[in-house]
């Protein structure tokens, strides 16, 4: 795929500060925050979200890791590109402009959602640098996905998929908090995003050699296929019953305690 160009310079926190800041992708400016010291992990948002997805993690992991969570292109504070350049190809490099300016040579990704594609896309391109990948409640296997022409989504409609991301025990609260985060995000990102979901281009049977593992909701928003080894031969997944589709703020100590043993018994990587 054709690569995105990354500006020669960056607004970025050393290793070892903690903070927000920014890295430019191109014309982009692309947002993320830094915390902590030690190996580091990439937390990457889904369809419509933004970074605060995360802050659980964040609070838990960031005392023995350096944890990064940024707003891809067109989400949160970074900036948009025009509809029609939304890509995987363009959010996978937004993961690497963000790697690039915090220094470090091998992480651990944790996307959600849509961004379970955003960091198998990153870890297709740059295998060197992944040291395994967790995924919430999102696909590492798009073979079964039927690419197609979907037209402009409603208002209306983003509020009716928002609403099926939720189970009864989903608290009123965090309901109303997802809601309000996704939809704030423009039309234009939310339309973007998906055709960028949809894009034949980036179904592949290419294998993924890093360690994985899945976390999915109960129930899943995305169905559980064994067959996912086939392409991510060190894949294992597991499942905290009684969640929506947003697990890691549902059940934040359950999902952080399956993260941390992931980290524990399969990512082996350092930082520089």
């Known amino acids: 795929m054709i ?23 191109g014309d982009l400016t692309i947002h993320y925050t830094a915390m902590g010291a030690g190996p580091a992990i ?4 889904g369809w419509t979200c933004d970074e605060s997805s995360w802050d659980y993690q964040v609070r838990a992991f960031s005392k023995a890791h350096r944890v ?29 402009a963000v790697r690039q300016a915090i ?24 295998p060197e640098h992944v040291a395994g990948l967790v995924a ?24 009716k998929v928002i609403e099926g991301m939720f189970v009864p025990q989903t608290p009123a609260p965090l309901r109303a908090r997802i809601k309000a985060m996704m939809l704030a995000t423009p039309a234009t990102t939310a339309n973007g995003a998906v055709a960028a979901m949809l894009d034949p281009r980036i179904q592949s049977t290419h294998i993924i050699i890093a360690p994985a593992l899945t976390i ?26 009684g969640t929506g589709h947003f697990l890691m703020m549902e059940k934040p100590e359950e999902f952080n305690r399956l993260l941390a043993g992931f980290l524990r018994q399969r990512a082996q990587y350092s930082t520089q």
Do not use: N
């Open 42 to 45: 990439i937390f990457v948002h």
């Open 216 to 241: 999915y909701a109960g129930p899943a928003l995305f169905a559980q296929d064994q067959s996912t080894k086939e392409v991510v031969p060190k894949w294992e997944s597991t499942q905290i019953a």
């Open 136 to 159: 919430a409640d999102g696909p590492l296997d798009i073979r079964a996905f039927d690419p197609g022409v979907q037209p402009p989504i409603t208002m209306e409609q983003r509020e």
């Open 3 to 25: 690569r995105i160009a990354l500006a020669l310079f960056t607004f970025a926190v050393p290793p070892g500060l903690s903070g927000a800041a920014e890295t430019k992708l």
């Open 103 to 126: 220094r470090a040579d091998r992480v651990v990704l944790v996307g959600h959602s849509m961004g379970v594609m955003v960091i198998r896309q990153y870890a297709l391109e740059h």
């Open 68 to 96: 990064v969570t940024l707003d891809l292109p067109g989400h949160g504070k970074s900036s948009s590109p025009a509809e029609k350049d939304f890509s995987m190809d363009l959010f996978a490099e937004a993961i690497e």
